[in-house]
């Protein structure tokens, strides 16, 4: 069974700088995708972010972008710029491929400081 | 194209009563997944659904909890004779194909409170 461990319960950043995020995870699948999901106060899931294992190349959107060491099973989301708005709870979630299941980890609290 | 709906937002029982726990999914979509978050915890697959069946309940506990899919209408999670331990949020998903390795959309969750 897949088993995802973020190990921040709590992360601060001042507006306008970086912060990343850490995931690791333990899976014996070869093929499987991974998911950064945000929650904000409204408790809304939002998708940030998507690698496919298969990729070496780290995947990016906008402000937003992972660092996926395979081998590690580590997969930290850096968030660049930080705005107010970032401030939620963090989420990472393998899935395995061939599947629907996501296996999400405890999360982090992210705080971004004006 | 309205996102995934779920009503109620919020819901009181007191021990021993039922809860119904109704999930609309995208236009499009027929596949609906519910997920349950105890505070301060990641969200748990409770159950996948489409259209008249159960694909997988693995995540549901055998007692008390049961979902359905029907032809028509919401997907339905009811939970019996509720008790204090069932306090949490229900989250439903929904995909337009067998979300393996693609995105599920959230509706923004039942929260259920047990007195």
């Known amino acids: 069974a897949q088993t995802v461990t973020q190990s921040q319960p709590e992360m601060s950043v001042q507006e306008a700088e970086t912060v990343t995020l850490s995931c690791t995870y333990d899976?014996?699948?070869?093929?499987?995708?991974l998911f950064w999901y945000k929650q904000p106060p409204s408790r809304q899931m939002i998708l940030v972010i998507r690698q496919e294992a298969y990729k070496q190349q780290n995947a990016t959107e906008n402000r937003f972008s992972v660092n996926f060491q395979k081998a590690a099973k580590s997969f930290s989301l850096k968030i660049s710029d930080s705005q107010l708005g970032d401030a939620a709870m963090y989420f990472c979630?393998?899935?395995?491929?061939?599947?629907?299941?996501?296996?999400f980890g405890t999360g982090t609290r992210l705080k971004v400081l004006a | 194209n309205a996102g995934v709906m779920q009503n109620p937002r919020h819901l009181v029982r007191r021990r021993g009563q039922e809860a119904r726990l109704r999930c609309s999914p995208m236009k499009g979509h027929s596949h609906v997944y519910w997920y349950r978050q105890l505070p301060e915890e990641g969200l748990k697959f409770m159950v996948y659904l489409q259209k008249e069946n159960i694909i997988d309940e693995s995540g549901m506990p055998k007692e008390r909890f049961s979902a359905e899919f029907p032809k028509e209408g919401p997907s339905i999670l009811r939970i019996q004779q509720v008790v204090r331990g069932d306090s949490a949020a229900y989250f439903c998903?929904?995909?337009?194909?067998?979300?393996?390795?693609?995105?599920?959309?959230f509706g923004p969750g039942t929260r259920l409170t047990v007195l």
């Open positions: 899976t014996s699948e070869s093929d499987y995708y």
């Open positions: 979630a393998p899935q395995s491929a061939g599947t629907y299941k996501y296996i």
């Open positions: 998903a929904s995909s337009p194909i067998l979300a393996g390795g693609n995105e599920q959309f």
